[in-house]
């Protein structure tokens, strides 16, 4: 896996500008090597790079609306009565991209969220 196939899939759903996305590289860094730490030894990575790069993508764009949530910064531009932008919904959308594309690499990665203890 690329990490400049990350940064255009992040660019993509995160949908900021070049600059700022330049301000999110070590973010970016962050959670393509924590995935990256989660994949089975036995991975076929080339064939299986689309996949990775994707959940490496949703979870770095997670994050950055996590962040973003977390310091009350939104995108929205308000004239008059008129706002454009963002919502909050953009923070669940983010939420959903990631764990769809973690469920789609659920074969591939060790889930240490899941417990099974017994009968």
């Known amino acids: 896996m690329r990490i400049d196939d990350v940064v255009e899939r992040f660019t993509r759903l995160s949908g900021l500008s070049a600059e700022e996305v330049s301000?999110?590289?070590?973010?970016?860094?962050?959670?393509?090597?924590e995935l990256t730490e989660r994949i089975i030894s036995d991975c076929d990575c080339e064939g299986n790079c689309r996949r990775i790069t994707a959940a490496a993508a949703a979870l770095a764009n997670y994050r950055y609306r996590l962040l973003a949530a977390s310091r009350g910064e939104d995108r929205n531009i308000k004239v008059g009565d008129v706002t454009i932008g963002e919502d909050s919904g953009s923070l669940e959308c983010a939420k959903e991209i990631y764990l769809q594309c973690i469920s789609n690499?659920?074969?591939i990665i060790i889930d240490s969220d899941?417990?099974?203890?017994?009968?």
């Open 23 to 33: 301000q999110m590289l070590g973010l970016i860094t962050d959670c393509t090597e």
């Open 105 to 107: 690499i659920a074969d």
């Open 114 to 119: 899941f417990y099974f203890e017994g009968i």
